[in-house]
């Protein structure tokens, strides 16, 4: 990884690939090489939908080698939803080819004339083809899949948007392919399928010919260090046997029992309807119906957290769909039936949309009255009202903030425009410190606290008490800004934060692919760097600690069964970046 | 004005009226009294629609009594459409009438229970009643004031939201009745009818009943200021010639020729179509069809901007369409039709929505091709749709900006979030340095530079040149704010800045009435004063100097014929508030 490949969409004669060197980039890889990039390059008082913002793409450092679990994606921008800095981050194929193909970042910048129409970009051995791609303008996802499919083969991966994202719908994600080349991996969070669609870039295949897996610096250590490394991953309880057997909707049930699953837009910290939708119930009916409830979203992960969801009849209809995907449809819209989840699922994968975004939506809508909650037919449509860009797919494409604001209700869980995700955070209030600090706006995965409050995982904070919270966020948020940088997934962190042999072998392992000396101290220093320059870039857009604040209701409704408010001080809040 | 009437919506058993002593709040009126009370009692960070917000109604501190041209009523909230506090400002009967009963100030506080429907508030010398509106409900503005009308007469004055407010809508107006008890003078900008709509609030009868005009403490010294007072107005050109004889839409050709006038949003500097919708041709037509192009808002008004607009068979269509509203529904749309301007005027007033707002909207809308440029007809749906609350109708009720970002288009031409008025901040740069700076969000009336910028009146400078432009604007919010504060008309600004004995003459005639001794500095340090305690409120929001600022596109895009962008530098803006 060695170079940056950058495309100026607004090149005379139209969009002109350049390849060039490193330069001050060099050793980034992931939200360290995105944040950095836009931080440096994107002026923090543009229009996120205007040319002066850039859509940067970076496998993370360990990405395209061997490592386990090392396939994640990074993608960031200036949001069209929440405009602050974002980085959203994808599993699937990409991230992998793009490293073997030696690029440490795709950055796609410049004006792009509507009257172009979209292209598609093709990045091979050979170099960077870049063409018209008229016949597959208005496709969704699915079929721009099928489509590059019988043209390049299902041995490439693709990074593509749906109509969501051709529309510029601040929900619009980028879909990744998945091993079976389906377009099920999402980089959901913040819009950035939107601004890949004001670029005009449809598509980019990666097609990795025969570029082989990145060799380490060190090879005999760091196949000592996966090893350890995979060992420790198989060895937790979480990453070992919790989400493989059944994913990540295995939290619906822990999630319920601790009060703190969101329900009726977050009226109630439990559902009713759970035992229906949870986890063990989804991976049994995958098993039943002949489906795969252990899956890997790309090869070489030793984690397989991901699945397949069959009909009745045995036929596709959807990945498994993720904890967050089950509850933003299912539960927070008192929705109880999987097989509608899942038809919502493949829709807004299929569309292009981020389903915790569009899953609030509708819980919002819900609660507006546009539909009653429960309500799984009006559900589905509402979705396909997205897809088709109707007014009312326009503004619930808008995401759940502006869906609120147009239909003048207070209750929009939000924080800097992004939706809340399915943590209630009176109840786990670990997770409420994140949303309300992160740079990102609402997100869960920027400072898990979930896993201390709730699974005690990496230590035990009392998830109702406002104490000690700020802490555990701002450590959480640092050693996930280093973490994004590397391609591990998340999802690593449960086994490294229980077992310091693990954390060792995942630093022992980045170190040996890349020939660095890495400690533990530099992982921290990285995360800070990452972190402070996305607040740098977030305070000249205009954000201010008052944006680092949950919405006022949350301190003024009760959430049953515990009946308790978000309590932690805004004192609190302002000390977790206090470095 | 020695009291202030506060309602509790949310007392139990229903809304419930106190009357309590100034207090605090003794000595201040219209947007000073507003202001104070919003900085003071709402919580910077509360929702604009939650229970911590509040609306607070406030005739000026001439309003009430025999001075010429102080009907002007302020109200003020946090704003749905901006999230800064705000002001809004309107003519008609009510603030005469209020301030006659001797209110200083009307506080709608608390939270309402949405099922408990709405309620209706009659204010009169026998005291205050709160009745249910059902019979009102779902009303727009003209049909409520009949209604009204049916049970109180027509010698009160209505205070009333239309369907846009009931369903809070960020672009709601709220209506006050004319002379001729029609719901034609609005509180427009920023949203305050959603606030009276999420309060519950339909409509407020003022009935004056027996009360009467406010005695002076100086009365001698009264009449022979007020004289001054009004032949300063009737002598100077813009109060006693322009605005009387064309009302505001003098301006059309004003701003065509200086190339300062947004026409196909904000594309161009001059319409094509400006001749056919001139205030020239507006008089002429109101003359010819047995109209009235010479009407006061108010009783007691010298200047007599307003009118009355017929159709060829000389009925009643709407009052005379303002230079705001012929502007943003005609040449910002490409419609050079007066006619369809005033049936969308009429249904703007009747919806209760701003015109301005609305206007830029529709031109948002059709920059993203939801209807072609210069489609009368369509644009005539659109605001129907709006009325109505369909899906489109809540995407152009919420605003400019969020019809934008509903349609992923960078061309908004807002200010925090408002939608910009009739001068192109690009060719009227002092307008640009006021809506960049105001703590309202673009408004021209906040500072309205275009006075010393094309009217050459209070100086002259330069609209092309950036040079100067910051402390003209800084002069003309600090004045505003204290004038907004008087009741007086913004208008009578065009004299009392050219003419020294006119401004002496409205100082005395404020002393004479009130009993003071303010000075011209006093006059200066109370403007002071509301802005700093505006600009703390909107600090404390969450706002900054990155948010005092045009959006990016006015920097890059040149305007026709002149070619300019907007150039007035950052450090330029940031001096606006020195003080």
Known sequence: MDKILRIDVGAPGGPKAT??????????????????????????????LGPENKLVISPGIASGSAASSSGRLSIGCKSPLTGTIKESNAGGQPSMYIARLGYAAIIIEGEHDRNAGFHKIVISESGVAIEKADDLAGLRNYATAEKIKEKHGDKVALISIGTAGEMRMASASIACTDPEFRPTRHAGRGGVGAVMGSKGIKCIVVDPGGAKMRQPANPDAFKEANRKFVEGLRGHAVTGQGLPTYGTNVLTNILCEAGGYPTYNFKEGQFKGAEKISGETLADTEKVRGGNPTHGCHRGCAIQCSGVFVDKDGNYVTKQPEYETVWAHGGNCGIDDLDTIAKLDFMDDDIGVDTIEMGVTIGVAMDAGVIPFGDAEGALKLVEEVGQGTPLGRILGAGAAVTAKCFGLERAPVVKSQAMPAYDPRAVKGVGVTYATTTQGADHTAGYAVATNILKVGGDVDPLSATGQAELSRNLQIATAALDATGFCLFVAFAILDQPETFQAMIDTLNALNGTSMTADDVVALGQQVLKAEREFNEKAGFTKAHDRLPRYFSREKLPPHNVVFDVPDEELDSVFNF
Do not use: I, N
């Not at 490193?22 to 543009?46: H, Q």
């Open 19 to 48: 390849v060039e060197p490193l330069g001050d980039y060099a050793g980034l890889g992931g939200r360290a090489m995105t944040s950095l990039v836009v931080a440096k390059e994107v002026p923090a008082d543009c229009h996120p």
